[in-house]
Every structure is written in C-alpha cells, then in structure tokens.
C-alpha cells in the first residue's frame, strides 16, 4: 500500500502543472503590441505606431466640426426666418 501510494505521488509530482501555460502560447503583453504593428488606415495601408497615435488624438478631438461665428449663426439664423415668412406669406 505504501509502495502504491509513493509511486502515485512520484508520478504526479513528475507531471507538469496545470497552471503554467505552454511554451508555444504567446504572452498578453505581446498580442497587445501587436496592435499597433497591424494598425491599418481607411485605404487598408500598414500604420507605424507614430501615425496610429496622431490618428488616436484626432479621434480624441470630437467628431463635431466646430461652430461658426455668431455674426455668421445671427445671418443663417435670419434667413431662416426669411424663408419661414415667404413659407407662410407668399406675397411678402
């Protein structure tokens, strides 16, 4: 009996662990970088980790172009009420 119970627990210490990934798997660290290096632009053209990061800001900015001066709003603006009035009121 005791034989049996030291050759099984020889046979399990001689096998490798469970937890320890194998030498073929890639770390997550290196998958992760190899984003940039895949990073393609709208035209499917490979992308350097620089232009991947200015693409990234410009992103960043908004996608929203940015608003017009007021002087300009208050004659769109005008305008716009123009054509509501030649809507309601043809003859004016």
Do not use: W
């Not at 798997?25 to 232009?51: M, S």
């Amino acid at each position: 009996m005791r034989l049996t119970a030291l050759c099984l627990f020889c046979l399990l210490l001689s096998l490798p662990g469970a937890a320890i990934p194998p030498p073929t798997d890639i770390p997550e660290e290196i998958l992760a970088a190899e984003i940039f290096l895949q990073a393609r632009d709208n035209e499917g053209k490979p992308l350097g980790v620089t232009e991947y990061a200015l693409i990234r800001e410009k992103e960043k900015e908004g996608i929203y172009p940015p608003l017009p001066s007021p002087q300009l709003r208050e004659k769109i603006f005008l305008l716009q009420l123009l054509h509501m009035f030649r809507t309601l009121i043809p003859f004016f």
